[in-house]
């Protein structure tokens, strides 16, 4: 049969054109795979989980690692990680986690169930000294370890290589959910006995990224695991580059050595209309609240509402937000943000008023400011924060209240918040997990090593203890707000807005996605370069 010309070119271009585009697909394949994505980051606390209490080492913390859950990224339900899947028994106190098979820690040993008794333990157990150790208070056998009685944790156990089972001292309709946090990862018990306090320096993780190096206030480097047990990475390499300072982070990244930052402050409107920039900013509200503390424990806001009361009425919030956040973020009404379940809009009574503020302070017997000495109030320095606290400053200057503003690094402030060095200071909380707890637990259950301000009410104690153990989602929401409302009636707290992130990525990043917590899978993301 005699072929046809026309048609014998038509089938050889398109066979030219066929195996052209199978060139082409499978070069932007492996142009999907490698690259190093630089991160601005502030100098961590720690990258040991249980002592790593702030954002920055967690962002770091949550690429090195798997737990036994994790969050879906745009509805932050719960989803297996290490676990494959778990039951609970019908009085709520029993859970058992059935562990998957093959998941490594990055020196090849496989993960096994005693892994997490182990760690859990350490957690617990009072040597540790963990910030973060609270979270685990509702297992049976966390107060006998807390106290300095014994090492194992009596609540968990290793039934098997691949089955953990745990047990609570009372009904904890949120448990799964706490999973996700940083302070329930497994670390590997010989090499907390090789390195003990150096362990931080020497991290070995279960997730799609491995430890490199840590070169203190300049980076941290990691690698891609060859070896993990899910989806690998296509970075090959991470590495977080520690800047002192937003604007410094942003030179940087706007020079294109850098893939990923905040915003400063006063740049967001300016960056989000630049034609070169606008597609790359992201601008979502985040579960975070930022506010400033009294410490109730300390002169002069000791046995002092009114006071207290009138910093409140004094700080005119919509101008910090409108002025100086230009409108990313929003005004709090009270400590739980939207998009938390059980969120409730208006729960605190404080609305800006000078006059209002100026009658407090008569009622608290420094009439007009009279007798009142400057207070000192503490920030940590290089976030923008300094801008706020002058915006506050003038505020209560104008209610007849003088504040020097003391500035610190991150890590010292956290200390001089803490033991009581400075009373008034601001703080930021950002969600651990998506529950109504998460913001009122940690921060005002008297013995959490997170409430900074010394609040301490045994009234809101046992609101907070009782509200746990509430199956009904509904009746525990409603026990949550009872005590949020008890909290902001007492007024040791000025709640100034929940925040929006204002992070700029560049445009050849793809797949970065970023939650309502923070979080991001830097294991999802990939490199689209010409």
């Known amino acids: 049969m005699k072929i046809n010309r026309k048609l014998y070119a038509a089938i050889v271009v398109f066979l030219v054109v066929a195996l052209l585009s199978s060139v082409f697909i499978g070069c932007k394949k492996e142009e999907k795979s490698g690259g190093t994505m630089r991160l601005s980051l502030h100098e961590p606390v720690s990258l040991d989980p249980p002592n790593s209490y702030e954002s920055e080492g967690i ?5 090195v690692w798997d737990g036994l859950i994790d969050y879906d990224p745009e509805t932050l ?7 494959e899947s778990w039951d609970v028994s019908d009085d709520g106190l029993v859970y058992t ?66 089955t953990l089972e745990v047990t609570l001292k009372y009904p904890y309709g949120d448990f799964v959910k706490t999973l996700g946090h940083v302070v ?65 982070a942003f030179l940087e990244f706007q020079g294109g050595n850098i893939e990923y930052c905040s915003i400063p402050q006063g740049k967001v409107e300016s960056t989000s209309s630049d034609p070169d920039y606008k597609d790359q900013v ?42 100086l956040m230009e409108g990313v973020p929003t005004i709090a009404t009270g ?29 608290a017997g420094y009439p007009g400011g009279e007798g009142l000495p400057t207070i000192q109030f503490g920030i940590n320095i290089g976030s923008g924060h300094e801008a706020i606290a002058e915006a506050m400053q003038a505020d209560l200057a104008e209610a007849g209240i003088d504040v020097e503003i003391v500035g610190m690094e991150w890590g010292a402030a956290l200390d001089a918040f803490k033991n009581g060095q400075i009373g008034f200071f601001r703080l930021g909380w950002i969600a651990d997990y ?91 993301v990939w490199f689209e370069k010409e």
Not at 137 to 153: K, R, S
Not at 217 to 233: S, T, V
Not at 450 to 462: F, M, R, T
Request: glycine share 6%; charged share 30%.
């Open 77 to 83: 339900e719960v989803v297996p990680a290490i676990a």
């Open 184 to 248: 329930f990862y497994p670390v590997a018990k010989e090499d907390i006995e090789e390195w003990g306090d150096q362990y931080a320096e020497h991290i070995n993780g279960t997730g799609p990224f491995k430890f490199v190096e840590w070169k203190h206030d300049q980076y941290i480097d990691l690698e891609r695991n060859d070896d993990y047990y899910g989806e690998k990475a296509n970075l090959e390499k991470v590495r977080y580059q520690i800047f002192a300072d937003e604007n410094t």
């Open 97 to 162: 986690f059935n562990l998957k098979k093959g998941v490594k820690f990055h020196s090849g040993r496989e993960v096994v169930a005693d892994d997490f008794v182990y760690s859990w333990s350490r957690v617990a157990q009072a040597e540790t000294a963990s910030y973060l150790a609270y979270h685990l208070d509702p297992i049976v056998g966390y107060d006998e370890l807390q106290a300095g009685e014994g090492e194992i944790l009596d609540g968990v156990k290793a039934l098997d290589d691949y």
């Open 59 to 63: 962002q770091v913390i949550r690429q």
């Open 282 to 323: 992201i601008k979502i509200p985040l579960l975070a609240i930022y506010y400033f503390a009294m410490n109730v424990q300390s002169e002069p806001f000791k046995d002092n509402l009114a006071l207290r009361e009138a910093i409140n009425y004094a700080i005119d919030r919509q101008n910090i937000i409108d002025v």
């Open 434 to 524: 998506p529950t109504m707890d998460n913001f009122l637990f940690p921060l005002f259950y008297s013995e959490s090593a997170d409430n900074y301000s010394g609040y301490s009410n045994a009234e809101v104690d046992q609101m907070l203890l009782d509200a746990r153990k509430i199956a009904d989602d509904e009746e525990r929401f409603a026990k949550y707000r009872e005590a949020e409302k008890k909290i902001l009636d007492d007024s040791a707290f000025v709640l100034i807005y929940y925040y929006g992130a204002r992070r700029i990525v560049q445009s050849y990043v793809k797949g970065f996605v970023l939650d309502g917590m923070e979080n991001y899978d830097l294991s999802k």
């Open 335 to 363: 400590f739980v943000p939207p998009g938390i379940p059980g969120f409730k809009e208006g729960q605190s009574k404080h609305v800006y008023d000078v006059e209002m503020a100026k009658q407090k302070l008569e009622e």
